[in-house]
């Protein structure tokens, strides 16, 4: 979107379709998941010290996995998605937390 002051073209500042869920995917959904996680690590280590620890070790062993798995894939697609993406012309200008830049991309 163009705009002529004084004979010059202009360009606006218009926000691009940044979805609204990215919010949730960044603060939200971590929150949830790791908690249902440890919910399911408490509940086995509850068990374990109350009865038999062989037949409730998998409530331990793999809350820990799915911890550190989910970690690092959350941290690879979700930790890394912009707040803000404004259309400035020609690059994109990408607006992390707090209205820092992160970063200029030519679009194509």
Avoid: W
Avoid at 32 to 37: I, M, R, S
Avoid at 55 to 84: G, R
Wanted: aromatic share 12%; with cysteine.
């Amino acid at each position: 979107m163009a705009l002529r002051k004084n004979g010059k073209m202009r360009h606006a500042i218009t926000p691009l379709s940044s979805p609204k869920t990215t919010f949730f995917y960044k603060r939200i959904f971590p929150v949830l998941f790791f908690g249902v996680v440890a919910m399911l690590f408490l509940f086995g280590l509850v068990r374990v010290i109350d009865s038999d620890p062989i037949l409730y070790l998998p409530f331990m062993i793999v809350p820990v996995l799915m911890a550190i798995s989910s970690y690092q894939y959350i941290k690879k697609f979700s930790f890394n998605l912009v707040d803000e993406v404004l259309d400035v012309g020609d690059p994109s200008s990408c607006a992390a937390a707090g209205g820092k830049n992160a970063s200029h991309s030519p679009t194509s």
